[in-house]
């Protein structure tokens, strides 16, 4: 399950670290310097550097780790960004050590030990947390706990340190230099979902694009997103079930040009029949998104005309 952490070329900029494993960054970042398209692409949820002892602390690990993973959804982020130019932003450090699209005070503090020294706690009963899939995963339907133990309060702080905050800081850093490049930018934070269910007779969703009920993106750009998908024959739904979480949250500032939208995809839409491997769908969705994430392009540059700020070309494709 560890196989993933040693897999960067030399050039690629790596940065924080994940503690228990020497050597292997928390995050990876493609893209040109200066940038392509006003796009940003991040996946915080696809890393599979595991270090050992965090796979001997978990009750299931391999059924854990693929049900908490976006499994491969970073492969899908790589084609799009090898196609268009657009920056990348990877998590490499997994989900089941610490949830990047939580807030830092998303935590369950009954899955820790209290020593003499701690200080007092917030409440425990946190929204977030409660589901048992707060910045420390601790639950999963179908699983039950995740944990052989309870965790140390130093090493949440360790994470948060080394994984966490660097890789929002680097989001950041990203997302302001392509805004003053452009005049705008688009944040697409790229997740994957199980298979959802129809109902009324209606197909079930393949994509679900989120912007938190309309407090993170611009409305052309969403639209843009939704036209680009019924062109291609693939339902869509808006904010139901997944509507974005901490990285839009954190990110999006609408009134200063910096929109962000979340984009789910079926993981049965772009891998095989287990649900564990890339499947026969993979191309076909990487090429879909690819022209999705050039028609956004256009439309940020088209928001950005509107409201005052220069245009550039995009990059021959």
Not at 66 to 89: C, F, P
Not at 124 to 153: F, M, V
Not at 160 to 187: D, N, S
Not at 228 to 234: S, Y
Request: proline share 7%; aromatic share 6%; hydrophobic share 40%.
């Amino acid at each position: 399950m560890g196989e993933d952490a040693a897999e960067h070329e030399s050039h690629e900029p790596l940065g924080g670290r994940i503690p228990g494993s020497p050597g292997v960054a928390a995050f990876r970042v493609w893209g040109d310097e200066p940038s392509s398209l006003p796009i940003v692409l991040s996946v915080p949820h696809a890393g599979r550097a595991y270090p050992r002892a965090l796979l001997r602390d978990m009750r299931h690990p391999e059924s854990s780790a693929l049900k908490l993973e976006d499994r491969y959804v970073d492969r899908l982020g790589r084609a799009i960004a090898q196609e268009t130019g657009a920056a990348l932003l990877v998590a490499q450090a997994p989900r089941a050590m610490i949830d990047l699209n939580r807030a830092p005070e998303d935590v369950d503090w009954e899955m820790f030990g209290r020593s003499a020294r701690s200080e007092p706690r917030p409440d425990p009963a946190n929204r977030r947390a409660r589901t048992g899939l707060g910045l420390i995963p601790r639950r999963l339907p179908g699983i039950g706990e995740l944990w052989r133990r309870r965790h140390e309060e130093v090493e949440l702080a360790e994470r948060i340190a080394q994984i966490h905050a660097p890789y929002h800081a680097r989001l950041g850093a990203m997302l302001k230099t392509h805004q003053e490049r452009w005049g705008a930018v688009l944040l697409v934070d790229l997740h994957s979902m199980p298979p959802l269910v129809a109902r009324a007779g209606q197909p079930a969703a393949e994509f679900v694009i989120g912007d938190r009920f309309g407090t993170t993106c611009h409305g052309s750009l969403v639209g843009a997103a939704f036209s680009h998908l019924a062109q291609a024959g693939r339902p869509a739904a808006h904010n139901r079930p997944y509507a974005g979480g901490y990285v839009l949250e954190r990110h999006a500032n609408v009134r200063c040009g910096i929109h962000a939208m979340q984009v789910e995809v079926d993981r049965s839409a772009y891998l095989d029949s287990r649900l564990a491997e890339p499947g026969a769908g993979f191309d076909e969705v990487a090429q879909l998104l690819t022209g999705m994430i050039r028609r956004l392009a256009q439309s940020v540059l088209d928001l950005a005309t509107a409201s005052g700020g220069e245009s550039w070309p995009l990059a021959a494709e």
